[in-house]
């Protein structure tokens, strides 16, 4: 099962090394990972998304707890939560194209970066599979030179369950 979870951890050099480090010992792939500072400039938020039972879940969940960095660990997965993703992404296409291409764009919300046909740049954010299907019927259009994703970012609807305790 595909899980997405949220990890709060000291902001310090090597702390995301030995967060990626217990994954990849343990043989584990993260298919997504995002970090950024969060309003609190001495802690970070790594949201990944991986695969694997409710189980090994659990476990590497307390795994994660026990490493000095950690702050708070939660799986958004079973939770009510929104999941969104940002895309950027180049096409070259001919002249004639650009209106069904924008059309395409504001259906899905996005946002025209750069309008030269020869380097058209858009920007998409949605979920996963909203993504994918828009370049995929992008592609009908022109083609697609360049795809920038910044991995899934999450956050639970509820009141804060991933807080740093002071």
Do not use: W
Request: charged share 20%.
């Amino acid at each position: 099962m595909r899980h997405l979870i949220a990890i709060l951890l000291q902001n310090e050099a090597g702390a995301l090394t030995r967060v990626t480090g217990l994954f990849s010992s343990r043989g584990y792939n993260i298919e997504s990972l995002s970090v950024a500072p969060t309003n609190d400039p001495t802690v970070s938020r790594i949201t990944l998304v991986t695969v694997g039972s409710d189980a090994v879940i659990a476990q590497i969940n307390a795994q994660l707890l026990k490493l000095v960095d950690v702050v708070a660990v939660e799986d958004m997965t079973s939770g009510d939560h929104l999941a969104r993703e940002l895309m950027l992404v180049k096409l070259q296409m001919a002249a004639d194209h650009v209106e069904p291409v924008s059309a395409l764009l504001r259906r899905a919300g996005g946002r025209v970066l750069s309008a030269n046909p020869s380097s058209y740049i858009i920007e998409l954010t949605s979920t996963e599979a909203e993504i994918g299907e828009f370049i995929a019927a992008v592609g009908a259009f022109g083609e697609i030179v360049e795809v920038v994703r910044s991995g899934v970012l999450g956050i639970s609807r509820a009141n804060p369950r991933l807080h740093a305790v002071r």
